[in-house]
């Protein structure tokens, strides 16, 4: 069982930036995939970033390529996702979320066995 905290989130202009964290409950590094999905309302659920066990293998969507960036600290147990030039249509929900290897660094959200109760991410224009 693996408990995950995300925080970070909040309201800011466009062209901002936010750092979001998620805190797990054990130790992550080298036994779990993880990512970041976002839900805006009336829309379905999608994969924003991976990140393998180790940290060396990321992916992202098309949409975040070059202003999101994953990172995380296995020391820690902490998953961070660094948004920065945010646009109103990054609007959404953020949940964190991990998928025990065997993993496939996966943005399919039914891949992923355990979620944090998530983070709210406003983005005015």
């Known amino acids: 069982q693996v408990l995950l905290v995300e925080s970070g989130g909040g309201s800011v202009q466009a062209g901002g930036s936010l750092r979001l964290s998620c805190a797990a409950s054990?130790?992550?590094?080298?036994?779990?995939?993880m990512g970041w999905f976002r839900q805006a309302p009336g829309k379905e659920r999608e994969g924003v970033a991976v990140?393998?066990?180790?940290?060396?293998?990321?992916d992202y969507t098309d949409s975040v390529k070059g202003r999101f960036t994953i990172s995380r600290d296995n020391a820690k147990n902490t998953l961070f996702l660094q948004m920065n030039s945010l646009k109103p249509e990054d609007t959404a929900m953020y949940y964190c979320?991990?998928?025990?290897?065997?993993?496939?660094?996966?943005?399919?959200?039914?891949?992923?066995?355990?979620w944090g109760q998530g983070t709210q991410v406003t983005v005015s224009s």
């Open positions: 979320a991990a998928d025990q290897i065997p993993c496939a660094l996966t943005m399919v959200h039914s891949e992923y066995e355990y």
């Open positions: 054990t130790y992550t590094g080298s036994t779990y995939c």
């Open positions: 990140i393998s066990p180790r940290g060396t293998s990321t």
